[in-house]
């Protein structure tokens, strides 16, 4: 079983900057990909950003220059820094583990609000 923790959520406005951050823990386990997703209010969740233990990333157009992901492959930490924000940027942030990344996610943070303000 795999936890991941988030942090670094807030508010903010717009054309700040945040960092989130996602720890996993727990053992006998394998991830090879990580990645942040977001689900505003009355919308479907959505990607946010992804990187795979070899360092490959994929963006969300919508957060393309703006965001960028990065993880440490010791610990199995993921982070987001997130720049320029924008209102339409406003969500919770969800953190997300796969271990086939071919899958897609099989691990789910518990979620970390964004609010960026106008």
């Known amino acids: 079983q795999v936890h991941l923790v988030e942090s670094g959520g807030g508010l903010v406005q717009a054309g700040g900057s945040l960092t989130l951050s996602c720890a996993a823990s727990?053992?006998?386990?394998?991830?090879?990909?990580m990645a942040w997703y977001r689900q505003a209010p009355g919308k479907q969740r959505e990607l946010v950003a992804a990187i795979t233990k070899l360092k490959n990333t994929n963006y969300a157009g919508s957060v393309k220059g703006r965001f960028t992901i990065s993880m440490n492959n010791a610990d199995y930490t993921v982070y987001l820094q997130m720049n320029n924000l924008k209102p339409e940027d406003t969500a919770v942030y969800y953190c997300?583990?796969?271990?086939?990344?071919?899958?897609?996610?099989?691990?789910w943070g518990q979620g970390t609000q964004v609010t960026v303000s106008s």
């Open positions: 727990g053992s006998d386990f394998s991830i090879n990909a």
């Open positions: 997300a583990a796969a271990s086939v990344v071919a899958q897609g996610p099989n691990y």
